[in-house]
């Protein structure tokens, strides 16, 4: 397979299930299960802090102010990496190897994927064009599995180590700490921190991307959900415990990730048996692709499904809020099956689900949430003064940058900690 090529055979996501799968996701389990997703939220709430600071300074450089704070809250936590205001080597790698994931990853792109000896062809000759292509991108992948790791190592050894996954990790190895599990060696830390790095930076920048592009080219959708906003926090800004009191941004976050999916077509699936679905057989060994995109634009589950319904999944989520009490909810959400919450399709289900998906969540509410408390985001005009109306094909941002409008004199906005610090 490419992706063995590529050189990212250290991806969890490219494991079978087996015991070396399961060492990786004990540690994936270990950091950012349920429970564990909350412990994240300061992290998360510092990034976004800089990231609403500086899109005040630079409102048309918000493309890379999402793809900075977005890394940068996956590179803390996981390598206690701080990343610089100005290009950040980490921060670029991640972008450059996502790319080759989205070109190359997807099962079949090129013939290696079906005839595996390819893989052998040597690189100068004539059609192997994909292999020099996929040289170049192993070489990005090595840096991104090698470097910020041996640099929270070489901290660690130093005494200069951040608290973080792999520092943490590293120590209690190191000393032998009878709470260690003895499953989970170097090669294991190093893999699970590079998968985490890799799954967990670009597909956020994607949904917060499509975040702006909604804001731009649907203000009706901004105007509802500003109001919801205003009329909860007064003008503050929100932090995760605030997230029970705004049901129409948790539905607004869940029509994001449904109306433009991160990943439209899923990760390849491998039968490990022979198996039977909707009257096709699916021989052992078969690859199976989910085709998320169709899933999330069924018309029946989804009526209208091209079209951005902020309030969707209002209903259900008040259903479902114990605190929030509105009986009829329940009725009002309608038939099951129709706009159900699409958390399968979108994040996977069984022992393949994303295990990210909590932190996921989580940083995007508080950066959704955040700058519809502090912008407006209006189309941008063109040399003739005529607004621009972003038209998109995949994982768009606007062709041209989305005007953003400060709401309020930010020097008054606090959420506890003030607008402007970056601690
Ligand atoms: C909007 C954000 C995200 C979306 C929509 C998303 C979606 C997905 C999907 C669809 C899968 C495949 C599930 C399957 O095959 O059944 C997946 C797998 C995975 N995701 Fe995410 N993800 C997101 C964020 C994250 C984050 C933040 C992290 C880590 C910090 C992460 C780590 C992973 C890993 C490690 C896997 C592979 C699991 C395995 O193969 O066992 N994801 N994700």
């Known amino acids: 397979m490419v ?6 055979d250290f991806m969890i996501t490219t494991m079978t299930l087996g015991e070396k799968f399961k060492r990786h996701r004990y540690l994936f389990h270990k950091y950012f299960k349920r429970l564990e997703h909350s412990k994240y939220n300061g992290a998360q709430l510092i990034q976004v802090n800089v990231f609403l600071r500086d899109l005040l ?35 670029e790698l991640a972008a450059q190897v996502t790319a080759a994931i989205t070109k190359a990853g997807p099962f079949g792109t090129f ?20 292999k020099r292509e996929a040289l170049e991108s192993r070489k990005k992948a090595r840096q991104l599995l090698n470097e910020p790791f041996a640099q929270a190592k070489a901290d660690l050894i130093s005494g200069q180590e951040a608290i973080c996954m792999v520092t943490t990790e590293l120590e209690a190895l190191m000393n032998g700490d009878k709470n260690h599990n003895m499953n989970v060696d170097e090669e294991v830390i190093k893999n699970t921190a590079a998968t985490a790095f890799t799954a967990g930076a670009e597909t956020v920048v994607s949904i917060l991307s499509s975040f702006f592009l909604v804001l ?3 203000p009706a959708v901004q105007q509802r959900a500003q109001e919801e906003v205003d009329r909860v926090l007064g003008g503050r800004l929100p932090t995760i415990e605030d997230r029970g009191r705004l049901p129409l941004i ?24 022979m198996d039977t679905y909707g009257g096709y057989t699916i021989p052992e060994g078969t690859t199976v692709i989910p085709n998320l995109w169709r899933m999330l634009h069924d018309p029946v589950a989804y009526p209208e499904p091209n079209t951005f319904k902020i309030d969707r999944f209002l209903n259900r989520i008040l259903a479902n809020e114990t605190h929030v009490r509105d009986k009829n909810a329940r009725e009002r959400a309608g038939p099951r099956g129709v706009n159900s919450i699409p958390d399968a399709a979108i994040f996977g289900a069984g022992r393949r689900a994303c295990p990210g998906k909590y932190i996921a969540h989580d940083f995007i509410f508080l950066m959704v949430t955040s700058v519809l408390a502090t912008f407006q985001v209006t189309r941008a005009v063109n040399e003739a003064g005529q607004e621009i109306d972003p038209n998109p094909r995949l994982h768009p941002f606007p062709r041209k940058p ?20 970056r601690e």
């Open 216 to 218: 731009t080219k649907f």
């Open 250 to 273: 948790q539905s607004m976050v869940y029509e994001l990730l449904r109306w433009n999916p991160v990943t439209p077509i899923g990760l390849p699936h491998y039968a490990s048996e």
């Open 111 to 130: 013939k290696v994927d079906y005839i595996p000896w390819l893989r052998f062809v040597p690189s100068w000759m004539p059609g192997a064009g994909w």
């Open 3 to 8: 992706v063995d090529v590529l050189g990212f």
């Open 402 to 421: 989305s005007r953003l409008v400060p709401l309020r004199d930010h020097s008054s906005v606090s959420r506890g900690s003030p607008l402007d610090s």
């Open 57 to 91: 300074k630079e409102p048309e450089s918000f493309r890379t102010l999402i793809h900075r704070s977005s890394a940068a809250v996956v590179l803390r936590m996981l390598y206690g990496h701080d990343v610089a205001t100005d290009g950040d080597k980490y921060v």
